[in-house]
């Protein structure tokens, strides 16, 4: 009996010293963790007592995100090195425990981000997630006395932030490489009929500066003199270099490979095209979560509590190491991880086909549209029309016609107003100033010149303004819809005083186009045009579209857009990014064809940057391969997690096998999410062109 006593009371007193232990290693990591958090703090308050300066100038916030990411990486590559070394002393404490104290401290030191995460989740947004399941599964690792297990599990925690880090940085550089080229810090500028050097921060709006064989493009500007191929894939994703001559535009970051210009500057720094796409593309990394994602994400964090539920129920059956393993088997960490770095490659992918996406939500979902509605001037037809015929009334000659539709429709950017600016441009018509104005969209346009009341718009804006056409004006029109063009009147003081017929031609990639997209899936293709029914029936009919909808005024595109959604649709619509915004702003998915240089207030999720329908059919195949690529990382999550799961229960996996698998699951995932890139790095090397668009095969 005094032999089983004394048995009992070793057993019990060895019980006692190693919950004592456990209490004290999990003690010390929330000790110093909360004297490190005070110590900070601390230091913090002091630092912005003390200092008090402010800079003169404000960072730019490219470079001060660049900075963030460059700390962070350099952060990640200690905290490696250091969990290395936990992992090491905790394998020698395994064999010499003098070292405990070291091992202990090393390891609550590599801890101290996940737990800082940990505290995040629980404590600032009130949440369990992955994260804080993950916490719980490494302080019983280390209660349990599994010290190398719990370095293991923390250094893996490390390899896999630096590993996103690096992957989302790639991917973003990647991203933003499509359109940047790097800029001179030098240009030559003519002062006085000299060539002067100056620095590029330098150069003033109006001056005139010199473009040679080789130079990247610095500036957006028009060439005053001078004949240049330019090499613009960059902004359009075109194959071949463009011819560019005296009135031509360029912009910032296209190539001069032949020629020699001078340049008038327009816009410089931070306003030329390429830097504002280069702005868009950043704000482009905040949306890169998907749907698909978002549902992952919401199921994910649905099971923690079950999880959490059944771990603790299987605690009497599995014990205390079952119980971790089952909390190491949830993948909420890995979907929010991988998921967007896929996206934001494939808008990578994307953008070196000439294809701007600044919602990645947006990719997602074209992979889901049914219906694609085209607007129909400067979308399926040339983006340039042209002025035809000038019909006169009440004795005004053709160009005091052309003169007053031109100084009315000055400040308007439709494909209209375009051409008849350009025809008065060419018939070398100097424009009045205008006194006052009242534009109103989808009709047309009232302005005061020389006392006189201007009113220039379509013939169902003269029925607005009750000024009637004449019958032989209405016969002319009818002849001319008849062959699919459209006309502007012009009323001076309420009477027509002339008409402006405007010619139109289908883009020549449309029929391609339209038979693409009924090749990937498209069950409904239709036209919607503010114009006649006429002219809008024959290019539906031309292009065997299976709708039309004509007279429609850019609030009732948008109506249309919500009776298709309402039908159980899902809308495409692709036009004009800033007077359809009203139509875009409903849509599922909005494209636009107004190419680069209106990026700043086009109000599409996508832009294609050329202008033209030639890569609408790619846009949908990489959507595609995104929603593929997509469902592949949701299965690389899901599966390790359930043979984790499994195992607790048939296989009586180990703590360490557990945390293997999910770190294992992470590099594949990562894997699969960056492949896209591999696509875009293979086509540059067999080009053996740095410079070579993607869609170049």
């Known amino acids: ?79 490696l090195k250091m969990s290395a070394v936990s992992a090491g002393l905790a394998a020698i404490r395994n064999i010499y425990t003098p070292i405990a104290p070291l091992s202990l401290g090393v390891f609550t030191y590599t801890a101290i981000p996940k737990v800082r995460r940990f505290e995040k989740s629980l404590i600032k947004e009130r949440k369990i997630d992955g994260y804080v ?109 463009a011819e560019k001559g005296r009135g031509d535009k360029i912009f910032a970051g296209t190539g001069m490979v032949t020629g020699r210009i001078f340049v008038k500057v327009e816009k410089s720094g931070a306003d030329t095209t390429l830097s504002q796409i280069s702005q868009v593309l950043s704000r482009s990394n905040d949306f890169v979560k998907t749907n698909q994602q978002l549902k992952g994400e919401k199921w994910a964090d649905t099971a923690i509590l079950p999880m959490l539920g059944i771990a603790g129920l299987s605690l009497p059956i599995l014990g205390p190491v079952g119980t971790v393993v089952i909390l190491n088997s949830h993948i909420s960490g890995l979907i929010r991880v991988i998921a967007p770095l896929g996206t934001l490659n494939y808008l990578s992918v994307a953008s070196h086909q000439g294809i701007l996406i600044k ?76 006194e006052d104005s009242n534009y109103k969209i989808g009709y047309g346009i009232t302005v005061k010149l020389d006392n006189q009341n201007i009113q220039v718009g379509s013939t169902r804006f003269m ?3 009750r000024i009637a056409l004449p019958s032989d004006l209405e016969e002319a029109i009818a002849r001319s819809h008849r062959d699919g063009n459209s006309w502007v009147m012009v009323a001076v003081n309420n009477k027509i005083s ?52 004509y007279d429609i005024l850019p609030e009732n595109k948008a109506k249309l857009v919500e009776q298709l959604q309402k039908e159980g649709k899902t809308v495409c619509f692709v036009g004009d990014g800033i007077n359809d915004a009203i139509a875009m702003k409903k849509a599922n998915v909005s494209i636009s064809l107004r190419g680069a240089t209106s990026i700043a207030t086009d109000v599409a999720q996508v832009v294609l940057m050329d202008g033209t329908l030639s890569h609408l059919c790619d846009l949908f195949d990489i959507s595609k391969d995104l929603d593929a690529n997509l469902q592949k990382s ?41 492949l896209p890139l591999r696509q875009i790095v293979n086509n540059k090397s067999q080009s053996g062109s740095p410079n070579l668009s993607f869609s170049e095969k």
Request: glycine fraction near 6%.
């Open 133 to 241: 399941l993950y916490f719980f599964a490494d302080i019983l690792t280390l209660a349990l006395g599994y010290y190398f297990t719990a370095a293991v599990a923390v250094g893996l925690y490390h390899v896999g932030e630096t590993i996103i880090t690096n992957a989302r940085d790639n991917s973003k550089k990647m991203l933003l490489d499509a359109f940047e080229q790097q800029q001179p810090s030098k240009v030559w500028v003519l002062k006085d009929n000299a060539e002067i050097e100056m620095p590029l921060e330098a150069i003033a709006i109006n001056d005139i500066i010199l473009v040679n064989a080789g130079d990247v493009v610095p500036v957006d500007g028009i060439i005053m003199d001078g004949m240049a191929t330019i090499d613009q894939h960059t902004l359009t994703g075109e194959s071949q270099p």
């Open 1 to 79: 009996m005094p032999r089983n006593l004394s048995f009992r009371r070793s057993r019990d007193n060895l019980k006692v010293r190693r919950l004592t232990q456990m209490l004290l290693d999990v003690g010390i990591v929330f000790a110093a963790y909360t004297g490190i958090k005070l110590f900070k703090k601390y230091r913090e308050n002091n630092k912005s007592k003390s200092i008090s300066v402010k800079p003169d100038k404000q960072l730019q916030a490219a470079a001060l995100e660049e900075a963030a990411v460059n700390e962070t990486k350099k952060q990640q590559q200690h905290y």
């Open 498 to 549: 002339g008409a402006i017929e405007i010619q139109t031609r289908v883009r020549p990639e449309v029929t391609h186009i339209i038979n693409g997209l009924r090749q990937r899936g498209i069950k409904h293709i239709a036209i919607v045009s503010g114009d006649h029914k006429q002219p809008t029936q024959k290019l539906a009919e031309s292009l065997s579209m299976d709708s039309y909808f």
């Open 634 to 674: 949701l299965m690389i999550n899901t599966v390790p997690g359930v043979i984790t799961f499994g195992g607790a229960f048939l296989l009586h996996f180990g703590i360490l096998t557990a945390v293997t698998i999910s770190g294992a699951s992470l590099l594949v995932g990562v894997g699969n999410a960056m």
């Open 359 to 434: 919602d990645g939500r947006a990719l997602e979902g074209l992979n889901k549209v049914d219906t694609v509605l085209f607007d129909k001037t400067g979308t399926l037809t040339d983006e340039q029309p042209k002025v035809g015929r000038i019909i006169l009334c009440n004795k005004y000659g053709e160009e005091e016609i052309l003169t007053y539709a031109a100084a009315a429709e000055r400040q308007l950017t439709h494909p209209i107003a375009k051409a008849i600016l350009k025809k008065a441009e060419e018939a070398n018509l100097t424009l009045p100033n205008i």
């Open 463 to 465: 029925t607005m303004e």
